[in-house]
């Protein structure tokens, strides 16, 4: 599995969490605000409609006589006087029904506006009103013009007849209806919008609620890449514990930095002292002495190595280093020229100002001196320094001579420690091994190629800003 796989999934934000559950609350709020509201509003106005359809069915009895022979007949003058009543379908409507014995409907008085239709009466509503007298029943049914009607039935007894009469008055349901819906859409858009415009709100809060840590971030990127050595600046109150324990943190890096390089220093003192007077001491011409002589410059050799490694990796762990090439560079070729001034060597620097190496100035004067050594040391007549940004802002120093160069096989072997591809020229063989490590250590690499001088290309790929 790839490294890339590996990975965990980075979570959410502080800020998306809480915002995706500041929608979620709001759609909880406005779906369930806008039903409970209008459902409130529908009972209301149904409650409304059905104390109007009450008060048509106590009317209704004052308008009814009962004949000797238990006929049912109105007395008009006692109608209810609305004149929906009169106007045919027109959404208004009341009957008085004489049930038989067998509980069918009798003879019915009904309003003009039923017409002479049927009667828009459910059975199951007349049945419930029978079955307990004096109690009003409600319910829904579909009106003689197809409308939707709130209906009312009452059964009630009369003196000189031995069976119940239904009263009844309905209602067209559109002026409810047509009200709970338009309040349905109102509220629906007066809470979607302060739902929107709460949740803006909320946005903008946590932009600037959270945008201390945005500088805070920004502050420790500078930190990384050496612009600035600690957390100062005015941050609230909230952030400044974090600031506070970053910054001991640094200083903690800082002093164990320190720390190491002096016990290396001290190290490097201790070792070279007497491998020093061992030499000194093997003058003579034994075989002894020169075995002594080669074994302490080896030792040497060794111990500088490993010095110089431990000393890029204290560097390598400090925060905020960073290092201008060019001056470098520059400074290691004026040196140059006039060491190798006697075989007419130039070394030449073309790098632009603004390059900028995350490195410490010391481990980057040992990698490109020991490069720009080498080049001289097998050039023809020219050494070239530049230096190119490539991708994710990193940095390629590259060394060319116009020397003989090296073979695609050699170059690999030219890299291990202690190798020297010409037992004739001065040195330990352990240079380009001391710049593969360092620059290593600082997260980058080394490379041999084919120069376009014709010798070869030494590049140093480090991390820029």
């Known amino acids: 599995m790839s490294d890339t796989a590996q990975q965990a999934k980075p979570s959410l934000s502080l800020s998306r969490r809480l915002f995706l559950g500041a929608i979620v609350w709001s ?40 004949l000797p022979d238990g006929r049912v007949v109105d007395i008009p003058e006692r109608l209810p006087s609305d004149s929906r009543f009169q106007l045919p379908l027109s959404g208004r409507y009341w009957a008085m029904i004489a049930i038989q014995e067998d ?62 009469i239904l009263l009844m ?33 909320l946005w903008i809060g946590l932009r600037m609620a959270l945008r201390p840590f945005d500088r805070v971030q920004a502050h420790i990127a500078e930190i990384s890449e050496g612009l600035r050595a600690r957390l100062d600046g005015d941050y609230p109150a909230e952030v400044v514990p974090l600031t506070d324990e ?8 800082r002093k164990i930095v320190e720390r190491s390089q002096t016990h290396v220093g001290n190290l490097a003192h201790a070792l070279k002292t007497p491998l020093a007077v061992l030499r000194n001491e093997a003058t003579g011409d034994t075989g002894l002495d020169d075995v002594v002589r080669r074994q302490t410059e080896s030792m040497r050799a060794n111990v500088e190595h490993y010095l110089k490694r431990a000393q890029a ?11 201008e090439i060019a001056p470098v560079a520059a400074g290691l070729a004026r040196l140059l020229n006039r060491l190798f001034e006697s075989r007419n060597i130039t070394v030449a620097t073309e790098i632009a100002a603004d390059r900028v190496a995350r490195i410490e100035q010391q481990d980057l004067e ?100």
């Open 27 to 66: 759609l909880i709020v406005v779906v369930g605000g806008v039903i409970a509201m209008t459902a409130a509003y529908r009972t209301q106005t149904v409650r409304i409609l059905q104390q109007e359809l009450d008060s048509t069915l106590v009317t209704l009895p004052r308008a009814l006589e009962i």
């Open 103 to 164: 509980g069918s409907f009798g003879n019915d008085i009904r309003s003009q506006s039923v017409w002479d239709g049927p009667l828009p009466l459910p059975r199951g509503l007349a049945d419930a009103a029978l079955a307990q007298p004096g109690e009003t029943q409600y319910g829904n049914t579909d009106g003689p013009n197809d409308e939707r009607l709130r209906v009312s039935v009452r059964s009630i007894t009369v003196p000189n007849r031995d069976n119940p």
């Open 169 to 201: 008055a309905a209602a067209d349901r559109a002026v409810t209806d047509d009200g709970a819906n338009q309040l349905r859409l109102i509220l629906l858009v007066a809470m979607a919008t302060l739902a929107g415009g709460t949740l803006l709100a």
């Open 246 to 253: 970053l910054n001991k943190l640094l200083d903690s890096n």
């Open 313 to 323: 990796a204290a560097r390598s762990e400090a925060l905020g280093v960073r290092t």
């Open 366 to 465: 040992e990698m490109l001196g020991n490069l720009m050594e080498n080049a001289c040391k097998w050039a023809n007549s020219r050494v070239e320094v530049s230096c190119s940004r490539g991708q994710n802002g990193l940095m390629h120093i590259h060394i060319d001579d116009d020397g003989k160069g090296l073979a695609p096989e050699a170059r690999e072997a030219a890299l291990q420690r202690g190798v020297r591809l010409d037992e004739t020229a001065p040195g330990t063989g352990l240079g380009l091994s001391i710049v593969a490590d360092i620059s290593e250590m600082n997260g980058g690499r080394l490379d041999l190629s084919e120069s376009p001088l014709g010798g070869l290309r030494a590049t140093i790929t480090l991390r820029g800003q």
